[in-house]
């Protein structure tokens, strides 16, 4: 077991236990101008903590390094997360019983992929987001934003909201307690909070070891959160699973005015699927780095049996790691595509790939796309087809497949 000087982010705990060592890798969203350009690389190891068992990366990488006017991920690009976002304002309208007077803040507004449905639904909306470029979209949309990081000095600021979300944030955020500190502190009394988040449960069952990068600084699971949620008044109050992101939870929390230990039926049910899966214990993670090893294995063999054959779709973050971790280069993966105008005419970080529009794979045909945002995979598949390319789909995670 390795040693180190760091504390657990949740609980406070010494944090010695590595789940994946991955690094040194550069930051998965600095895409470079330059296939000559200078990078930094830092190290990625991963650690669960042995009391609370929430899965981290250290602050290596500072929020501002990662969160500033060049941020490379633009929700709006997957249509499939916009229309996500437009059911849930929908459902979450009628179940919270929202109107015209009330408020919404989402943290992490992005683009306003989310909140431009809240506003359609006649709501006052406020939008919270570090990355200047990207929030200036969603202020394009006529969406009243705060360029900042969220946490508890900036929530005394705001009008306090009905509804707050937080969607994909948790794990961008390195002062966890701070975070939700302000989330108890933004809420107006009776409203409701709800979490996003993927579920550090698939990522360990379906081995997504590329959603390990800097950005991510936690990898959230519901028997790491409630405890962190009750430290601050807080409770879950509900839980469903989503598709989103490989796998996601998503946790409606409320100011807890009982202050008691009774938890919902669908909490309770969320719980006992954790422990039964092993979440509590040391051992379910000790298994992860030796399926990341043969994950790597497999999907060299399958670059190095088609050199020339196969190109990318997608440059999501999270390729990023996969791609350094494997160390998969321009000669076994010459290109890939992708829809953010942003991405396109740039190479990967670390492993320089050049990133092109859409169109280009079926320019090519290649007799293979490897689908690198295989999160996506159904919508990209159907985009690819549609833009006339003719061949097959392989993806490497969890297991390399052709599809
Ligand atoms: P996608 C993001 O990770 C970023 P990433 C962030 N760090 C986070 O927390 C997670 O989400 C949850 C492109 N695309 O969603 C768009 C097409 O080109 O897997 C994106 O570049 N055509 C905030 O970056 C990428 O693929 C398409 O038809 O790993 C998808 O990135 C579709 C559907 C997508 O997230």
């Not at 705060?146 to 005394?156: D, H, Q």
């Not at 405890?227 to 109050?237: D, F, N, R, S, T």
């Not at 790691?321 to 991405?343: E, R, S």
Request: glycine share 8%; proline share 5%.
């Amino acid at each position: 077991m390795a040693t180190s000087n760091l504390n657990c982010r949740g609980c406070g705990a010494d944090l010695s236990t590595v789940l994946a060592d991955l690094g040194p890798a550069p930051l998965a969203n600095a895409f470079i101008d330059d296939v000559d350009a200078v990078e930094t690389f830092y190290p990625l190891r991963a650690y669960v903590c042995a009391r609370c068992f929430l899965v981290q990366l250290p602050e290596i990488a500072s929020p501002s390094a990662l969160f500033n006017d060049s941020y490379a991920y633009f929700s709006s690009v997957s249509a499939g997360f916009v229309e996500h976002a437009r059911r849930f304002a929908g459902n979450a309208a009628r179940a919270f019983e929202l109107g015209p007077e009330s408020r919404v803040l989402e943290v992490g507004a992005n683009d306003g992929y989310l909140l431009q449905h809240f506003q359609a639904l006649g709501m006052q909306v406020l939008g919270v987001d570090p990355s200047a470029n990207v929030a200036a979209v969603a202020a394009n949309r006529g969406i009243m934003m705060t360029t900042a990081f969220f946490g508890s000095k900036l929530a005394e600021s705001l009008p306090k909201a009905d509804l707050i979300v937080a969607n994909n944030v948790l794990a961008h955020v390195p002062d966890l307690h701070d975070f939700i500190e302000g989330l108890a502190i933004a809420l107006a009394d009776g409203g409701h909070i709800s979490l996003e988040f993927p579920h550090a449960l698939q990522m360990l069952f379906e081995t997504q070891f590329d959603t390990i990068y800097h950005e991510h600084y936690s990898y959230m699971s519901l028997i790491a959160l409630l405890p962190l949620l009750k430290y601050h008044g807080l409770e879950a109050v509900d839980v469903e699973t989503l598709p989103t992101h490989g796998g996601s939870l998503r946790v409606t929390v409320r100011h807890d005015y009982d202050c008691g230990d009774d938890n919902s039926a669908a909490v309770e049910t969320a719980i006992a699927g954790e422990l039964a899966f092993g979440l509590n214990k040391l051992e379910t993670y000790y298994a992860f780095a030796g399926r990341v090893t043969r994950a790597k294995v497999a999907a060299l063999e399958f670059l190095g049996r088609h050199v020339g054959k196969v190109g990318g779709y997608g440059a999501p973050a999270k390729a990023n790691t996969f791609l350094n971790y494997c160390g998969i280069k321009p000669d076994l993966l010459p290109w890939t595509v992708d829809g953010t105008p942003f991405k396109q005419g740039k190479f990967t970080p670390g492993s320089r790939i050049p990133i092109y529009n859409e169109k280009y794979a079926a320019l090519e045909q290649p007799e293979y796309l490897m689908i690198l945002a295989w999160n996506w995979r159904n919508e990209i598949a159907a985009r690819a087809r549609s833009l006339g390319f003719k061949g097959q789909f392989v993806v490497a995670l969890p297991h390399c497949v052709v599809l």
